[in-house]
């Protein structure tokens, strides 16, 4: 008598998981700012120096600013640091900064972009609700000027920050 063998196996077929899309900004006109600046604020009345060294980073997703300032008036006695990362979110057209700096301030700052030579960002300060506006203006490939107006949680009027970079 003839035997019939049959083989029965189990296998599944699984689908590959659809593709997450892998969208990479376009940091391309913040290009100009990679590279080390030496900078000079003018903070109540005082100038404060600060250098900054922008960089990407995370697999070129974000720029990242480190920026050290040393102590400069009666207000600010010690040395504060700085980390802010940039990217753009091509989803809803907004240019998004995430800033820490070891003094325990947080916050972010969002733009719409570049309007000629400037652009004008948003600010919240998350840990003490200061909010304002910030205007960046390239004035060449290594110089930019910078005015930061806020206001406190009540309403308040901050002093205008004024900062002037050169590149090195």
């Known amino acids: 008598m003839a035997g ?9 077929v699984t689908a590959a998981p ?11 006109s913040m290009n100009y700012l990679l590279g080390t600046w030496k900078c000079e604020s003018t903070v109540r009345g005082m100038k404060r120096p600060n250098t900054t060294t922008y960089s990407t980073t995370m697999d070129g997703r974000w720029i990242l ?24 979110n091509p989803l809803n057209h907004l240019w998004v900064t ?10 972010i700052n969002t733009s719409p972009g570049w309007k000629g030579s400037s652009m004008t960002s948003t600010i919240l300060v998350a840990n003490d609700g200061t909010t304002g506006h910030d205007t960046l203006t390239k004035l060449s490939d290594t110089q930019t000027k910078d005015v930061a107006m806020s206001s406190d949680a009540s309403g308040r009027a901050n002093p205008t920050v004024t900062t002037t970079c050169n590149k090195q």
């Open 18 to 28: 659809t593709p997450v899309p892998d969208m990479k900004p376009d940091l391309s």
């Open 65 to 88: 600013a480190h920026d050290v300032a040393p102590p400069f008036d009666p207000y600010r006695t010690r040395a504060i640091q700085t980390d802010s990362w940039t990217t753009y």
């Open 4 to 12: 019939l063998l049959v083989f029965v196996g189990g296998s599944s």
């Open 98 to 107: 995430t800033f820490v700096d070891d003094f325990g301030n947080y916050g």
